[in-house]
């Protein structure tokens, strides 16, 4: 079936570096995608989305790529510091029986050390 | 703004023990309402989401059920618990209609309860 998933399971850098979590996504109709991180013990929590009819969108510290054509979505934070260590997770939007759900991947492991 | 809660936050619970857990939304109407299960270093599993007072839609078969008596209350249950049920559970919402600064395709979580069952 459709999914979401993604290339690292772990990522490490060191503090001041810049990150990039991967994601592969399968449905080719996906047309809104978000990233989340979670923090060990909380619920994920909301960091930026992006829609199909673009290819790039910034934040603070953070952006997101777009790559229909291979269906490839990456978060890149820039100069990480030690409170971004947490759970990554992609997440695509589908609708099924007329609803709109989040299809979430398998997570990413962000280790940020000094 | 929109808040939301869930409650208890741990929970340790024998094998064949009923269950309980309960999630509300203040600050929003008619929200889209929706609760996952996450096993230890694992992704989010969709058990149930809900677009109205008792209108329920089940993912996956499984031994919960959810029920939804208000619209900003949200309720994840079992008659009796296996120990295949333990892992963390979520609770999340998304705005019915996108309005400024939500899109309807966001979805915000809760804290979480840690469910334990031996």
């Known amino acids: 079936g459709e999914s979401v998933g993604l290339h690292l399971p772990t990522l490490s850098v060191q503090e001041g570096d810049n990150s990039i979590i991967n994601c592969a996504y399968s449905n080719s109709a996906s047309d809104y995608f978000i990233w989340y991180k979670q923090e060990s013990g909380k619920g994920p929590q909301f960091i930026i989305d992006i829609r199909s009819n673009m290819d790039k969108r910034q934040g603070q510290r953070v952006t997101v790529l777009l790559n229909k054509t291979v269906k490839h979505l990456s978060l890149q934070i820039a100069a990480t510091q030690p409170g971004d260590s947490a759970v990554y997770f992609c997440a695509e939007k589908v609708v099924s029986g007329g609803y709109n759900k989040l299809i979430f991947g398998a997570g990413t492991r962000l280790a940020v050390h000094p | 703004s929109q808040t939301i809660h869930q409650w208890p936050a741990t929970l340790v619970q024998p094998v064949g023990s009923p269950l309980s857990l309960e999630c509300t939304v203040e600050g929003t109407s008619n929200p889209n309402l929706y609760w996952y299960r996450q096993a230890a270093g694992r992704g989010l599993q969709l058990l149930f989401y809900s677009v109205g007072i008792g209108q329920i839609s089940s993912e996956v078969p499984q031994n919960l059920s959810a029920s939804r008596p208000q619209d900003r209350q949200f309720i994840l249950s079992s008659k009796k618990l296996l120990l295949s049920d333990s892992g963390f559970y979520l609770c999340?919402?998304?705005?019915?209609?996108?309005?400024?600064?939500?899109?309807?395709?966001?979805?915000?979580f809760g804290p979480g309860t840690r469910l334990t069952v031996l």
């Open positions: 999340a919402w998304s705005v019915e209609r996108a309005t400024s600064g939500r899109s309807r395709n966001t979805q915000y």
